[in-house]
Nanobody
Framework: QLQLVESGGGLVQPGGSLRLSCAAS????????IGWFRQAPGKEREGVSC????????NYADSVKGRFTISRDNAKNTVYLQMNSLKPEDTAVYYC???????????????????WGQGTQVTVSS
């Protein structure tokens, strides 16, 4: 059974940091682009950052450039999202997802991602 599991979310003060992890079971991530997406209450799901299967290509939403870093460890079948300088507007449920079609270019189009995790809550508040 193909499964993605996110972890690392929580409550953090503005300016703080969190590292999210996305672990796969039932399949290897080596052949997939992995994306991090988020959805705040009342808003559409949006792409945050995506990474190609090799890790050579990454993409970031303008709102997180310079603050978030995506990386992957294929040996551990895990992808990470390091989030620094967090802002209240980063508050959302964060999801990771896998895409075979985006494995080379890692574009963060929601419709291109086939397998999704259940999400982890990130709350940035003082």
């Amino acid at each position: 059974q193909l499964q993605l599991v996110e972890s690392g979310g929580g409550l953090v003060q503005p300016g703080g940091s969190l590292r999210l992890s996305c672990a796969a079971s039932g399949f290897t991530l080596n052949y997939y682009a992995i994306g991090w997406f988020r959805q705040a209450p009342g808003k559409e799901r949006e792409g945050v950052s995506c990474i190609s299967s090799s890790g050579a290509r990454t993409n970031y939403a303008d709102s997180v450039k310079g603050r978030f870093t995506i990386s992957r460890d294929n040996a551990k079948n895990t992808v990470y999202l390091q989030m620094n300088s967090l802002k209240p507007e980063d508050t959302a449920v964060y999801y990771c997802a896998a895409s075979g079609s985006q494995r080379l270019f890692a574009l963060c189009a929601v419709s291109s991602y086939d397998y999704w995790g259940q999400g982890t809550q990130v709350t940035v508040s003082s």
